[in-house]
């Protein structure tokens, strides 16, 4: 099977900037894309960022600018580094990714890991 692991949430101050890491392991012959995504309390999940097999990112409307996706391949590593953190970016935010084992693709997700900005 596949595990995918968050690490890097925590509380910032606005303005501040913090990194999550996503890393996958288990019997992994290939990973498509990577995926962020956030959920705050009484809101829907929601995508935040995407990186393509070959490192192409997209980023939601609210996050453009401020947010960076990247992937370390030969780690099987998603990175989110975050700044100009605002209060409306607090959520759970998790990891993603669609990846094959076996020859099979499945869709798997981390367990989350909590974002607060607040002063």
């Known amino acids: 099977q596949v595990q995918l692991v968050e690490s890097g949430g925590g509380l910032v101050q606005p303005g501040g900037s913090l990194r999550l890491s996503c890393a996958a392991s288990?019997?992994?012959?290939?990973?498509?894309?990577m995926r962020w995504y956030r959920q705050a309390p009484g809101n829907q999940r929601e995508l935040v960022a995407d990186?393509?097999?070959?490192?192409?990112?997209k980023y939601a409307d609210s996050v453009e600018g401020r947010f960076t996706i990247s992937r370390d391949n030969a780690k099987n590593t998603v990175y989110l580094d975050m700044s100009s953190l605002k209060p409306e970016d607090t959520a759970v935010y998790y990891c993603?990714?669609?990846?094959?084992?076996?020859?099979?693709?499945?869709?798997?997700w981390g367990q989350g890991t909590q974002v607060t900005v607040s002063s």
């Open positions: 993603n990714a669609l990846v094959a084992v076996a020859g099979i693709w499945g869709n798997y």
């Open positions: 288990g019997s992994i012959v290939r990973i498509n894309y």
């Open positions: 990186i393509t097999g070959g490192g192409s990112p």
